[in-house]
């Protein structure tokens, strides 16, 4: 009989980060379920002292990005690997009170088991965050941050909200979804706001590219649920592929002239977005734990301007 909760889950760490900041901006893809590999590479680096000043994330990079901001080591993890099987995170309950996947009330409330989420903390002005969105009548990304005067609550929400099975939430007067469909790593924003360090953190190992569907004119695709409502936004997720795949070489290149700073898996990752495994999620979670442990010191001298290898 397959586990609910991850065996290993009395190992995650529990603490709370320090108040030292560090310049720059870290960014947070999505992915699912593959973003408690991000829980683990936010908790490395929080018991390391990096708390970047800036985080942006999209979809599950948001969800994990709110316990970065405030400085709750091991509580992203203990979400995903304690609840994944709990209706009321992901599953019936979770679609009958929030009209999708997630149960975005439930995550936002009090979870047994999990240390209640410090919003003090979170709302210090020293820290930035921002949830991306995507507009559905624009079909482009929005940046919603802590200040905007929207709930940054709702933005997160509507940040993880994946197209098809779920509403769209309302932000600012416009039907969202999943920041994802529009943008998947955001580090033009980040470069474009002109930080000078730059972490990046990704949910597929570097190489990783995905197969490109034909988008020739014809045929029915997934994609046509929204045209008749939002043509452009069909079109974005009709491109999403080519997108992201464009995204990742960018990335890349950045990382490869020093610009930017990566971490990504160190193995191929075999998670689905929706993974029910909980060993394999439990071991995704240490993947990232200790890829990030391990990219310490290269990631201090790419702050300190030295030259990494």
Not at 171 to 193: F, K, T
Not at 265 to 279: A, F
Request: hydrophobic residues 35%.
């Amino acid at each position: 009989m397959k586990k609910k909760i991850y065996s290993g889950i009395y190992t995650l760490p529990a603490a709370l980060a320090s108040d030292q900041l560090t310049e720059g901006c870290i960014v947070l893809e999505g992915g699912a379920f593959r973003g408690v590999y991000t829980s683990g590479v936010l908790d490395a680096l929080m018991e390391a002292d990096l708390n970047f000043q800036c985080t942006v994330g999209v979809s599950a990079g948001a969800m994990n990005g709110m316990n970065y901001v405030s400085g709750q080591i091991g509580r992203s993890g203990r979400i995903n690997l304690r609840y994944r099987h709990d209706s009321r995170y992901v599953g019936f309950h979770a679609i009958k009170r929030n009209h999708g996947l997630i149960g975005f009330d439930f995550v936002f409330g009090h979870m047994d088991s999990v240390p209640e989420f410090n919003r003090q903390r979170f709302d210090d002005p020293r820290r930035e965050f921002y949830a991306v969105v995507t507009n559905l009548k624009t079909a482009k990304p929005e940046f919603i941050g802590k200040d905007s005067g929207t709930s940054i609550y709702q933005a997160v929400r509507a940040s993880a909200s994946m197209p098809y099975i779920s509403q769209p939430v309302m932000i600012r007067q416009n039907p969202c979804l999943d920041g994802g469909c529009s943008v998947n790593i955001p580090y033009q924003w980040a470069l474009d706001r002109g930080f000078k360090h730059i972490v990046v953190i990704k949910t597929r190992h570097v190489g990783f590219r995905k197969p490109v569907k034909s988008l020739e004119i014809g045929g029915h695709s997934r994609e046509d649920l929204y045209r008749r409502s939002y043509p452009e936004f069909a079109d974005v997720l009709r491109q999403g592929d080519v997108r992201y795949n464009q995204e990742c070489d960018d990335v890349d290149a950045l990382a490869a002239s020093g610009r930017i700073f990566v971490i990504a898996p160190s193995q191929k990752i075999t998670v689905g977005r929706l993974e029910p495994d909980m060993e394999k999620l439990g071991k995704l979670y240490d993947l990232g734990y200790q890829d990030g442990k391990r990219e310490i010191e290269r990631l201090r001298a790419y702050l300190k301007g030295e030259t990494i290898t």
